[in-house]
Structures are given as C-alpha cells and as structure tokens.
C-alpha cells in the first residue's frame, strides 16, 4: 500500500493499544482509519509483556474495561482468524496477612457488584488449584474463574486484522516526525514517508507516547519503569489448566507457560529508564538482564513455589513498561483539539486493551465515553507533573508499592511538599496534621488513615467556628462580551442572575452526564468567577476551552495560585468576622449565595457566603501574598471565642458517631477540605 496523504484520523502506534483503537474505531463505522508503526507490529512493550489477565480492579470503570476486553478476547480468534493464545484459567490472588484478607473480602463483595463470580477460598483450597504453591503463611486467596492469559504479540495480530477487515490501512515502519497544529486543533501529521492530514490523531505510542505528545507541546506523565519476569523449567508437572496466581505479600505473581512456568514482580527498588529520551532504534529490544535487583523477587518466589530453586531458568525478561504518577491509564482528548492520548497502562494493558479500546473509539466517535473515565483522563494531572523529578519521585513510588494494600483515604507522601499554601508554615506549627490522643477512631479497614483530630474538628465547627484553608481549590474567571451566552449554553442552571450571586450548576455532555459541577459568582456583567474542586481545574477548563467560541467574545483565565481562600463555619462566624469589617454581615444585607467585596482586618476579600457544613460562614478569597495575613486575622479574633481551644477528649459508643460520611471523606487524616463534593465519580467519591 502507498502512504495516503489524507485520513479521517491516524492512530500513531502498532501495540496492543493501537491496533484496538483502530479495531473499535472501523466497529463504529469510521473506514478511513490509518495506523502508523514506527517498526513493527508488537515491536515496543507489547511484545515482552507477561499476558496475564486479571479483570477486578479498583474502580468500576477500570473493572468495566477489563471485562469487556475479556469479552473480546473470548471471540477474536473466531472472528478473525488469528490465535490470541486465550487461556481462560482463571486466577488466584493469596492472602498471607489478616490485613490482607480483609481485602479480598472487601474486593469479593465489590467483584460481585459487576457481576464477577469471585469466590473466597482456603489456604487448602489454593493449594488444589495451584499445586505447586506451598501454604506457609497463607490465611486465604480470592478465585476469579474468568480471569487468564494470552499471547500479547497475537492480542495485536488479531486487533489489527480485525482492523484491516473493517477498512483500516496499516503501515509499519513509518515514523511520525511531527504534528501540525492550527488554531489549537490538529491538521495532521508529518511521517518520513510523506505528510498525511487528518482531524483526529491518537498518540497509542506506549513508552514513546511523551516523545510524541511534545510535538504539540503537551508533556505526559509517563515514566518507563524496567520491569523483570523470568522464564522457568521445573520438574514438578505443571497442570494445563494452572490458573495464574498473585502473592502481592511476597510482590510476586505466576502463570504457565509452555510447560514451564512464568514468574515476575514488583521490586522496592524499581528502575526508571529512558529518562532522557529513548533511542531512535529502540524496537524490538530488551534490557540487559539485572540479576542483583531481580535477587529478592526470585527469593520470595522460592518461598511460595519451591520448586523453583532448582528448577532451569531459560530468561530473564527485562523490557521498559510505561507507568504514570497514579498507576491509571492516560486516556482522552489533550487541550489540543482532535489530539487523542492513550498510553501510559501501568503494566496492565494487556488485561485492558480490549476495553481501552473500546472506550477510546467512543470518546473520539461520540465526544465522550459513556464510562466515567476521569481517574484516567489526562487531565487530570496539573501544572506540577510537568516537572520531570517530581513525575518520576510519585512513579517510582507507585511502581514500588504496586502491591501494597491500599487503604481508603491513602495520600502518597514522594515529591511532597511542592505546592503550598500560604498559611502552610503557620499550619504545621499548629501541628494541623497531628493526631490527638485518647480520640477513637474506626476499627479495621476505615481507620487505616484516619486522624483522630476529624471529632475535634467537627465538634468546633458544629459548636462555635473552623478555620479552613481551602487554597488549594481550582479558581477560573470567564469574562467577555460573550461570557454570559457562552455560560447559559454550557450550564445546566439559569447563569442570567444579579452581579453578586452565587449559582451552583453543572456543566453536561451531549448524553446529560455531569462534566463539571461547580459555583459561579457573576462579579460583572461580563466578568464570571468559578471555583471547583481542586483536582478538576484542568478538566473543567479544559472542557470550556474545548467549546470555546473561538470568535473573541470569551477569555478564560485560570486564577487559582492567584487567590487564596480561607474558609470560616460555624454558629459564632458572624461574631468573629463583623468586628473585622466594616461592611454589614448581617443576613438581610449579606444573605446566603451571595458575594461581596469587604475588608477583613487590612486584607481586601472576595467574600462568598457559601458553606459545606451545614453552618453560618464564608468563604474569603484574597491575593496569595496576603494570605497568611488573613489567616492570622481571623485566628487571633476567633480566639475569644474557642477557634483554636484544644476541646476535651470525647469518647463515643460507635466510632465516628456524629459524623457524617460527608465530613469524614472530607476531613480524613486531619485535613481541612480540600476540594468540593462532586456528583459525578467512583463509588465511594462525594455527592
């Protein structure tokens, strides 16, 4: 075939995450889809991958792409005519620690909402299926009979045939050399082998996906992390239908292969690589073998398989997975228009390849995913993650403790403290994140990363006043002659209200589903102030500027490291902020869901009167550099009245009695809150 100068869309990458993208992209009935590989088929991770499949994860929409990609591989041979290698034999995870079958009993009741037929099992039980395996140590293991493997070289055979009967056109050894970009939105691309316009690329590039994503000046948080698995012969017979096994305690996981067996892991001390750029000729390679870090994971699999010890071991497999700051997928569309971005799988692309796919093409053909993919949206990394060190101190956190047990309300500590706040100094010489003795807290799983401070904190702001510092929240002005139009369109509430009122409303996709979920103040007539949760600004900007006019009308300005915010509720807020301003604060003249500009102490405020506890208060936002300054205000005002008194210690019959579940997510360890209930998310995210 000659190298087409135009197509619809160009998918840039012939692993197992490309070739699906094309595959589901002609399903939906897009025919003029162009894929090019810089070498060949396979030649990057996807080749050297360990092919287990496992389809429980820890969100319903990344569990909802492993089973669909479950679905496909049980029919793609029939349908096309390529061998996947699919070995449906299901999978064991191990317990060997109490804390550990927690969580599979935990995980249990969760498979068993999707419908997964995951079933609990004794040591005993374990052994039968997986005979090889000793049972020292072990309390119990979780069985998913539907989980397996296959061969990650035919998953991307057989996607890309199925692509190819569909009408895609396939091109190896073709390499991008560059983007063109017009206005924001992408025009094509540029190949040794000539240009090719196109409205729509996709970067599936796997660990060359940053190298890719610069040619539009997006930077993405991938780190290629080297990741070993041995291949083993041993003389104990094997069984064909040995299901795969995970021993996450011991960091090591098994599966059969050809008669021998397979066994890798996740290392404490993992190995970044390719940090400044991989080479031109980097396909189809490995890395050299590294016998000394790859030591304890062989030692742990002895103690799990004994057999091991003394069995021929035929390689060690050393090749570069691509992984991200949060062990999720990168997906969706970038600030540039028709600019797709599907990388970064953590090691787990082949067991969601299939959904990714899936999931991409109805991102790209529709607009949007049905599935809420915002744990997986690139944008939901900020500015920070630009930086290069700090990417790589949270990768090589996550990668270090992949198998860790991860309890709800976990904060990753590396790379921390970047971005502060300006009363970050006076917070820790408060001790903000101590806990306070004699203070219960819940039993088991729920109090993992619980502070004892969050009663206190309630108990204060429910019977006199807190004090919260909510900095962190993302902050965006809209102004313009066409702000309001632009606002009524995009917003799901009536946005034509007085200057100085408050509207609380959603922005929506085309199917009704909530995009962003947020306040607007109307400062102006034409001059809009919106706050969102701290960990949206990216998206929700980036949802506004994606429907932009484009005609001059509207300007979009993010604010956040602009403007503080200090947050002050309770029954006494009125007592302790009126004597600091001389404007009325009284509820006839400053009633709820309203704004005004005021002074507290010497600090010029945006006050909101706005509040999440269920409390009398305001939110007061001020220039950063004046920040402390209005923390120190209203701090040693509040005093008299009990703000910052240490209360008694309380005991409760249950604990946690008297919180809401609200307020405990919101307050966990000790934290103020840090970012606004969403409606939109997860099982167990705000509402």
């Not at 589901?24 to 009935?29: E, I």
């Not at 088929?41 to 929409?61: C, E, I």
């Not at 045939?161 to 190896?172: M, N, Y």
């Not at 509720?569 to 009126?578: C, L, N, S, V």
Request: charged residues 25%; proline residues 6%.
């Amino acid at each position: 075939m000659t190298l087409p100068d135009r197509a619809r869309v160009v998918v840039v990458g012939g692993g197992v995450g490309g070739t699906s993208i094309a595959y589901h992209l002609v399903q939906r009935g897009w025919r003029d889809v162009v894929l090019v590989e810089r070498a060949q088929l396979t030649s990057g991770s996807t080749f050297h991958s360990a092919g287990l499949v496992g389809q429980l994860r820890s969100t319903m929409p990344l569990t909802r792409l492993m089973m669909d990609s479950v679905a496909l591989y049980e029919r793609l041979k029939d349908e096309t005519g390529v061998d996947v290698g699919w070995r449906p034999v299901g999978s064991l995870r191990l317990a060997s620690s109490r804390e550990r079958m927690e969580e599979l009993e935990r995980q249990a009741g969760w498979g068993t909402s999707f419908g997964l037929p995951l079933e609990l099992v004794s040591a005993a039980e374990a052994r039968r299926r997986f005979p090889l395996m000793l049972e020292d140590g072990v309390v119990g293991a979780a069985f998913l009979p539907t989980d397996g493997y296959l061969d990650p070289s035919g998953l991307a055979l057989a996607l890309a045939e199925g692509a190819r009967r569909g009408g895609a056109r396939i091109f190896e050894g073709v390499r991008v050399t560059g983007i063109r970009v017009e206005r924001g939105a992408v025009r094509g691309v540029a190949t040794d082998q000539g240009p090719i316009e196109a409205e729509v690329v996709v970067n599936a590039g796997g660990i060359y996906a940053p190298e890719i994503g610069a040619m539009v000046g997006l930077t993405l948080p991938i780190v290629p992390m080297a990741h070993q698995y041995l291949l083993a012969r041993i003389k104990q017979p094997i069984p064909e239908d040995l299901p795969t096994m995970r021993d996450p305690d011991l960091l090591v996981y098994f599966r059969r292969d050809a008669g021998g067996l397979v066994m890798g892991g996740y290392e404490r001390d993992p190995a970044p690589w390719g940090l400044n750029g991989i080479a031109p000729d980097f396909n189809n390679r490995l890395l050299p073998e590294d016998w000394s870090r790859f030591e304890p994971l062989s030692q742990n699999a002895i103690k799990r398989v004994p057999s091991l010890e003394h069995g021929d071991v035929l390689k060690l497999i050393n090749g570069p997975e691509a992984f991200t700051p949060d062990n999720e997928f990168v997906l969706g569309e970038s600030s540039v228009r028709g600019f797709y971005v599907a990388a970064g799988f953590c090691a787990h692309g082949i067991a969601g390849a299939g959904g990714m796919g899936r999931a991409m093409a109805e991102w790209i053909v529709e607009g949007e995913p049905s599935l809420d993919l915002w744990k997986m949206d690139l944008r939901r990394f900020g500015d920070a993650y630009r930086n290069r060190d700090y990417t790589l101190v949270r990768t090589v956190e996550v990668y270090s403790t992949y198998y860790d047990i991860h309890s709800p309300n976990e904060e990753r500590q590396a790379g921390r403290p970047l971005r502060v706040s300006p009363t970050y100094r006076r917070l820790t010489e408060l001790g903000a994140a101590a806990s306070m003795d004699g203070l219960q807290r819940p039993a088991g799983w729920a109090g993992h990363h619980w502070s004892a401070a969050i009663a206190a904190e309630h108990h204060a702001t429910r019977e006199r006043a807190g004090l919260f510092d909510e900095t962190s929240f993302a902050k965006i002005e809209i102004s313009g002659p066409g702000a309001l139009s632009f606002l009524q369109r995009l917003c799901d509430n009536e946005m034509d209200r007085p200057a100085g009122s408050i509207t609380y409303t959603q922005m929506l996709n085309r199917r009704g589903g909530i995009e962003c979920d947020f306040t607007v103040t109307r400062l102006e007539e034409d001059r809009f102030f919106i706050v969102t949760g701290t960990a949206f600004g990216n998206h929700d900007l980036a949802w506004m500027r994606k429907h932009d006019p484009m005609d001059g009308s509207v300007t979009l300005d993010d604010v956040g490291g602009a403007r503080a915010c200090l947050g002050l509720w309770g029954p006494r807020a009125r007592d302790i902020m009126q004597p600091l301003t001389h404007a009325d604060l009284s509820n006839d003249a400053f009633p709820y869901l309203t704004s005004q500009r005021i002074t507290i102490g010497a600090v010029p405020c945006l006050g909101l009167r706005v509040t999440y506890v269920g409390e009398l208060g305001w939110e007061l936002y001020c220039a950063t550099e004046q920040g402390l300054e209005l923390w120190d205000t209203l701090w040693h005002a509040g005093t008299p009245f009990g703000l910052g008194r240490r209360l008694p210690r309380h005991r409760f019959d249950a604990p946690g009695e008297g919180l809401s579940g609200l307020e405990q997510r919101h307050h966990a360890r000790g934290q103020p809150l840090r970012g606004r209930p969403r409606i939109r998310g997860a099982p167990g995210q705000d509402r």
